[in-house]
């Protein structure tokens, strides 16, 4: 990742596709939605970084092919805690 960041802007799919790798995933064999999945967490994850939860929460629900604005159980959860 820090490849990435001397470039500057970060691409999400690089960002997925590096959090793969070093999770042990090989994303050139994988099918389309687990690589788009890997994608998302990229995204996710620079939303992350820049501190906006809700649009992490909004990525990885429409990743896991939750549709309206329902948030998962668990992240409504952690945030009553």
Not at 13 to 21: I, P, S
Not at 74 to 79: E, H, V
């Amino acid at each position: 990742m820090a490849e990435m960041q001397k470039e500057g802007a970060l691409d999400h799919r690089e960002v997925g596709h590096e959090l793969a790798r070093r999770s042990g995933v090989n994303l050139t064999r994988a099918r389309k939605g687990v690589v788009r999945l890997w994608e998302a967490r990229g995204l996710a994850l620079i939303a992350l970084v820049c501190g906006d939860e809700d649009e992490v929460a909004r990525i990885m629900a429409h990743a896991r092919g939750r549709t309206g604005k329902t948030k998962p159980p668990a992240i409504d959860a952690a945030k009553e805690h």
